[in-house]
């Protein structure tokens, strides 16, 4: 019998999404605005504001950030780019080891991402690498950059004291990139509420849905309400349409937020479900030599581990690895929206490992989807001349990291399925 196709990460619905949507075609209220873009965003306001007991054990006070809804965490960067006064010439210091919506919209503004490194601890943003570009940076351009992003990788905290301390020191703001970190928390504070902005991403495969979507988080409703003015074209109060300023059309839809409002009502059992994934795999990959299991480096770090992530040996023998790259790719990760943009070559100069290929390649035809880890941005074809400060940590663990499967959708005996066929895989 086929077995079932075990994916990276899929929505889970609660139930009660379609009784928010159905409120809201009853209501009438099919717009970017409405009852359920309120109730989300008091629901997120609660989710992010909560604390739990910092480094010295004791009980902290909930915090008081204010969050706006946006139609994709993409929208969330662009705006809180645009918040910290990013504008033409500028310079933006983004983790370089991250997805390409932290940078992009960077270039959106007319501004330069310049690309840091990471730490090996927890895979994100080295803090004493990014002083050195601040440094640099300064000395070269004779400007401080705009803002510094930091990435949630995977869920992963970054070193949220000491990137805050050096970014402090220098006065430059900070956009936390918790797309990937939702709910994730460094000293008992949720990511996201640490800088002057923080972003999160509510689409399809993150850690919940609302089709497609993101929410800002902002640390006062008065910087809230700058974000929504330029979230809904710069619109001024006037019986007609007035404008001083260039503005987007970023506002989440109150359908889309119907969804969120249902997904709200399980995001605390979704968290627990992958911190329950990645146990699982803690204890089964635990024997498995040549493999390493990505994990909090101490109990300050409290990753969401929206994706489970490990890194293969370069010396472990895996079955097929001689022909892991003979066969050129028909397909590409994501797939969004069905667009695909053929590749041009088989290779690049710039790949995982063979055997981290053929590993993929045998859960592929397990049925179980794996894949690489993110492409660090500046070895990017497009961002191949930004300046970037680089140690060299990034790019190893692309040659050899791979991501499996995690999030709602997988049991107990999927994780057992997954880790019996890596086992299979490897050659002794
Ligand atoms: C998904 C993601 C985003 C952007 O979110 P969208 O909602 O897809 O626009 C930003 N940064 C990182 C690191 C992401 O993984």
């Avoid at 949630?152 to 020191?169: F, H, K, N, T, W």
């Avoid at 949720?190 to 923080?198: A, H, S």
């Avoid at 809230?224 to 300023?245: C, F, K, S, V």
Wanted: proline content about 6%; charged content about 20%; hydrophobic content about 40%.
């Amino acid at each position: 019998m086929e077995q079932k196709r075990i994916l990276l990460c899929l929505a889970h619905m609660s139930g009660r999404e379609m009784d928010f949507i159905r409120e809201a075609f009853e209501q009438n209220w099919v717009v970017p605005m409405g009852p359920n873009v309120n109730g989300f965003e008091s629901d997120l306001e609660c989710f992010v504001n909560r604390r739990g007991p910092g480094a010295d054990g004791r009980l902290q006070t909930p915090l008081d950030k204010k969050v706006c809804c946006l139609s994709a965490g993409t929208a969330a960067v662009h705006l809180a780019l645009l918040g910290c006064g990013v504008g033409p010439g500028d310079e933006v210091i983004v983790q370089s080891f991250t997805f390409c919506a932290s940078s992009h919209p960077v270039t959106y503004l007319g501004a330069t991402p310049v690309f840091v490194d990471s730490e090996r601890q927890t895979w994100n943003m080295d803090p004493e690498l990014l002083e050195e570009a601040i440094k640099d940076r300064i000395a070269k351009t004779g400007r401080k950059p705009k803002a510094i992003v930091p990435v949630a990788l995977y869920g992963m905290p970054y070193q949220v004291d000491r990137i805050m301390e050096v970014a402090g020191r220098y006065g430059i703001p900070v956009v936390e990139d918790a797309a990937e970190g939702m709910g994730s928390c460094f000293d008992g504070q949720v990511l996201g509420t640490f800088g002057r902005y923080g972003v999160l991403s509510f689409n399809g495969n993150k850690m919940i849905t609302t089709s497609g979507g993101g929410a800002l988080i902002c640390n006062d409703a008065e910087s809230a309400r700058e974000i929504l003015y330029y979230a809904t074209q710069a619109r001024e109060a006037y019986p007609y349409y007035q404008h001083t300023d260039i503005g987007y059309n970023y506002r989440m839809s109150n359908i889309c937020a119907g969804i969120g409002r249902g997904q709200m009502t399980v995001i605390d059992e979704h968290i627990a479900h992958h911190k329950h994934v990645q146990a699982l795999y803690r204890e089964l990959l635990a024997d498995v030599e040549g493999v390493t299991l990505h994990d909090n480096p101490s109990p300050r770090y409290d990753s969401n581990f929206w994706l489970c992530t490990v890194t293969l040996d370069p010396s472990l023998k895996v079955k097929g690895q001689e022909d892991a790259y003979a066969a050129a790719l028909s397909g590409a990760v994501g797939g969004a929206a069905g667009v695909v943009h053929a590749a041009k070559t088989p290779t690049t100069d710039c790949q995982p490992n063979a055997n981290v290929e053929a590993m993929r390649m045998a859960l592929d035809a397990a049925n179980i989807e794996a894949r690489p880890l993110w492409k660090p941005m500046h070895r990017q074809p497009v961002y191949a001349s930004n300046p970037a400060y680089v140690n060299g940590v990034s790019e190893s663990l692309f040659h050899v990291g791979l991501c499996l499967p995690a999030g709602p959708w997988v049991s107990d005996d999927d994780v057992r399925r997954i880790v019996d066929t890596i086992r299979d895989a490897i050659l002794d």
